[in-house]
């Protein structure tokens, strides 16, 4: 590509919830962050990463999480099958590049499904943060 053109970080929009959250076991998903922009092109792509913990009550809890990545109401990312992890924290990294086609302000919704596998009937979120790039095209 010629200098100056494609690639070029625009913006850089960063919310980050450190709060902690009980929350019950559930066959629905909740939402734990958002965070909005609005892209100055058309052409351009939101690089978007996302950091999520998830405990059980005490470290013996055994916990699965599924989690849902969307663009204002839309699915645009899932991972159904969760992620299980013994005795402590289920953690995450995700990183996604959407091409969302509009220069009107979006929200970008992280959702997790929390199940509490053993050992304990609370789940608490922890840190969870949601990191919105706009990249030129």
Same mark, same amino acid.
């Given at each position: 590509?010629?200098?100056? =053109?494609?690639?070029?970080?625009?913006?850089?929009?960063?919310?980050?919830?450190? &709060?902690?959250? %009980? !929350?019950?076991? /559930?066959? $629905?998903?909740?939402?734990?962050?958002?965070?909005?922009? =609005?892209?100055?092109?058309?052409?351009?792509?939101?690089?978007?990463?996302?950091? &999520?913990?998830? %405990? !059980?009550?005490? /470290?013996? $809890?055994?916990?699965?999480?599924?989690?849902?990545?969307?663009?204002?109401?839309?699915?645009?990312?899932?991972?159904?099958?969760?992620?299980?992890?013994?005795?402590?924290?289920?953690? /995450?990294?995700?990183?996604?590049?959407?091409?969302?086609?509009?220069?009107?302000?979006?929200?970008?919704?992280?959702?997790?499904?929390?199940?509490?596998?053993?050992?304990?009937?609370?789940?608490?979120?922890?840190?969870?943060?949601?990191?919105?790039?706009?990249?030129?095209?």
């Amino acid at each position: 590509l010629p200098s100056g =053109t494609g690639g070029k970080v625009l913006q850089v929009r960063q919310n980050v919830d450190a &709060s902690y959250s %009980n !929350g019950s076991t /559930s066959t $629905s998903y909740f939402e734990v962050v958002n965070h909005t922009i =609005t892209p100055s092109s058309t052409s351009n792509n939101i690089l978007i990463l996302l950091t &999520s913990s998830v %405990n !059980g009550e005490d /470290s013996s $809890s055994d916990v699965k999480s599924a989690f849902k990545l969307q663009r204002n109401t839309t699915d645009i990312w899932t991972n159904t099958e969760g992620y299980m992890k013994s005795a402590g924290a289920c953690n /995450s990294a995700i990183s996604y590049i959407d091409s969302p086609s509009t220069t009107s302000e979006i929200t970008y919704r992280f959702l997790v499904q929390p199940t509490l596998i053993s050992y304990g009937t609370a789940l608490i979120l922890k840190q969870t943060s949601i990191t919105l790039i706009e990249v030129a095209a």
